[in-house]
């Protein structure tokens, strides 16, 4: 069975700057995956090469078996992309929108379109000119859903919605997902609601650096730890600062290290024992009791996976 989405090997750079140096993804049918990581590592560059907007320097992305740069009509049909608001049909009313949009799509699910669009409580008549920034967006997410994508491709698709209409998508879209035929690939800023649907975790890494995991995984698996400075021998602060402005020791278990005005913290898929033992491998001996477990949610870890700045 084809994958919906296979990256080999993907390279590519703007300029000087480098964005995949040797990037590998398998997407598989039926699984929600999410696409973190701080700004400008590039989720939204992935995005545009997956829909062909953009041909990589090197290596490969196939959709359905087909060059990404190349897709026949036939495998465009299967794909849904709700990318940077797309939408700009100013001039329809809403009634117009979804009957324009369907004749492009054989398996057209008007239902799920009207399921979400009645919800604003607007006449089929009311022009999407007239309508707000979330009203848009809801109805831009009920269209996606009313194509029926194999592979639907949401880019922010939180982006314009309160946290009611965040929720209710969600909702909609764990019962498109129902019968394990659909994948899905999103980016959102807001990271507290993808631990409703998310299955696989990609965490994108400046440079190029990846890591994919079940999100269950990461979240059981990923912890942090508290330092406060004043249980701190006062020569090793040097130390500890030098681990919080990104120079971990080589081979050490820890991810990352951050500084505070109080505290320093540290994360790493690791026990308590071998956080410690890394940090006396770097001179940082500690009284007993000094790391103290962080509480962490979705949005705790993963900042303190890809780090504050």
């Not at 999410?34 to 829909?51: A, C, E, P, R, S």
């Not at 009203?135 to 009920?142: A, D």
């Not at 859903?145 to 309160?162: K, M, R, T, V």
């Not at 951050?258 to 001996?285: K, M, W, Y």
Request: proline share 5%; charged share 25%.
């Amino acid at each position: 069975m084809q994958h919906p989405v296979l990256v080999e090997n993907l390279r590519h750079a703007y300029g000087r700057h480098k964005v995949y140096d040797d990037l590998s993804l398998r997407f598989e049918r039926g699984k929600v995956y999410g696409l973190l990581g701080k700004n400008g590592v590039g989720k939204t560059t992935l995005i545009k090469i997956i829909m062909g907007f953009l041909k990589p320097l090197g290596g490969s992305c196939r959709v359905f078996g087909d060059p990404a740069h190349a897709l026949r009509p036939a495998t465009r049909e299967r794909v849904g992309l709700l990318f940077e608001r797309h939408l700009t049909y100013d001039f329809f009313t809403i009634r117009q929108v979804e009957w324009f949009m369907s004749s492009f799509y054989p398996r057209w699910k008007s239902e799920r379109f009207w399921a979400l669009a009645d919800v604003l409580g607007l006449p089929p008549s009311h022009r999407i000119a007239h309508m707000s920034e979330g009203q848009r967006s809801q109805i831009v997410l009920g269209l996606m859903l009313a194509q029926d994508p194999e592979l639907l491709i949401l880019d922010d698709y939180s982006l314009g919605l309160d946290a009611g209409y965040r929720r209710l998508f969600v909702d909609y879209l764990a019962e498109y997902l129902r019968d394990g035929q659909h994948t899905v690939i999103l980016t959102s800023h807001v990271i507290q609601d993808m631990d409703r649907f998310v299955d696989e975790a990609i965490f994108l890494r400046r440079g190029g650096g990846s890591l994919t995991m079940p999100l269950k995984d990461f979240q059981h698996r990923f912890a942090g730890w508290r330092l406060d400075r004043a249980s701190v021998n006062g020569e090793t602060l040097p130390l500890l600062e030098r681990m919080a402005s990104g120079h971990l020791p080589p081979g050490a278990c820890l991810v990352n290290a951050e500084s505070h005005a109080d505290r320093f913290e540290f994360f790493a898929f690791a026990s308590l024992h071998e956080v410690e033992g890394t940090l006396r491998q770097a001179g940082i001996p500690l009284p007993e009791g000094a790391l103290v477990p962080l509480p962490l949610n979705l949005e705790d870890a993963f900042v303190g996976y890809t780090g504050r700045r």
